[in-house]
């Protein structure tokens, strides 16, 4: 459901968006739905109406604030356990006086970096140090607030694409108890080497990559019938009985083509045990 749908700012969904308006500049107010198009076209979206648990494309500067954002309303929120994981070198320093002012707000936090940031925590016994230099996790930026009101943004690099000087990723965010607790999990299981990959992650990623694709086929096959009835139109003779059972029958194939594309999806998804 859009935020404009929430009228008050109660809500965690319109809270995060609103706070992470007033952090970017009115440029990056736009963002790229992943993995979608629209007459071939990307598909961009005004911050205010982004939904939970679709993936975007994020530029550095929105990447980061929704990630700050989290941190900043789950320390406001106070209780409960703050993950963060800062892959990137000199994130975690660049951090270092917000989650040493969260640290007296929240009940635990856990940040996740590349080699040792022990540094950044001083002797704060509220505060866990993972160095995930050789786990799966290092491929992601995310933070993590469970507690009361749970909120979760998370995304990974995308290389290709990627511009000169500038990284961009595809990712999500979620204010969904249920979501936030599977990826909550899915971080657990990856920190004691008990999984190789973040499976809510990689779910969500192919469920959104499947309905998109079955848009996209849809958006094509309406463009051929579309020619086609114009076509009849013009010159409504050439619109025989045998061309239309063909053009039925055409319909009904795709049809059934449409139906295996999320079929698939899902014998991937057991293929490799997601």
């Known amino acids: 459901m859009p935020a404009s749908m929430y009228r008050g700012q109660t809500n965690p969904l319109w809270e995060l968006l609103g706070d992470v308006k007033h952090r970017v500049p009115p440029g990056s ?3 790229q739905e992943a993995f979608t198009t629209e007459h071939r076209r990307p598909v961009f979206v005004k911050l ?19 990630h700050d954002a989290v941190i900043d309303i789950g320390a406001r929120d106070g209780g409960g356990r703050l993950t963060v994981c800062c892959p990137f070198p000199g994130e975690v320093h660049a951090q270092q006086r917000r989650l040493q002012r969260v640290a007296g707000k929240v009940d635990h936090i856990r ?32 933070a993590i607030k469970e507690g009361a009101r749970p909120l979760l943004f998370i995304c990974r690099e995308d290389r290709r ?6 990284r961009r990723s595809a990712g999500f965010f979620a204010v969904s108890r249920e979501v936030v607790e599977e990826v909550a999990d899915d971080v657990e299981l990856l920190l004691r080497g008990a999984a190789t990959t973040l499976v809510t992650f990689d779910e969500l990623e ?35 009985p045998a061309r239309f059972d063909r053009i039925v029958g055409q319909a009904i194939a795709k049809m059934g ?18």
Not at 48 to 66: C, K
Not at 117 to 139: H, S
Not at 161 to 166: I, K
């Open 48 to 66: 205010s109406e982004l939904t939970p648990e679709t993936f975007y494309q994020f530029d550095e500067i929105t990447a980061q604030a929704f």
């Open 29 to 31: 107010r736009m963002i």
């Open 161 to 166: 694409l990627r511009t000169v000087g500038a």
């Open 111 to 142: 940040v996740l970096t590349i080699g040792s940031a022990r540094a950044v925590g001083g002797r704060d016994t509220a505060m866990d140090f993972y160095d995930i230099a050789a786990n799966p996790l290092a491929r992601y930026s995310f």
């Open 257 to 274: 083509q449409l139906k295996e594309i999320p079929r698939r999806a899902l014998q991937s998804i057991e293929k490799s045990g997601f």
């Open 206 to 240: 192919l469920l959104h990559r499947t309905t998109q694709r079955v848009t996209r086929e849809l958006e094509s096959y309406s463009r051929r019938m579309e020619g086609a009835v114009r076509r009849a139109r013009r010159r409504p003779e050439l619109l025989t």
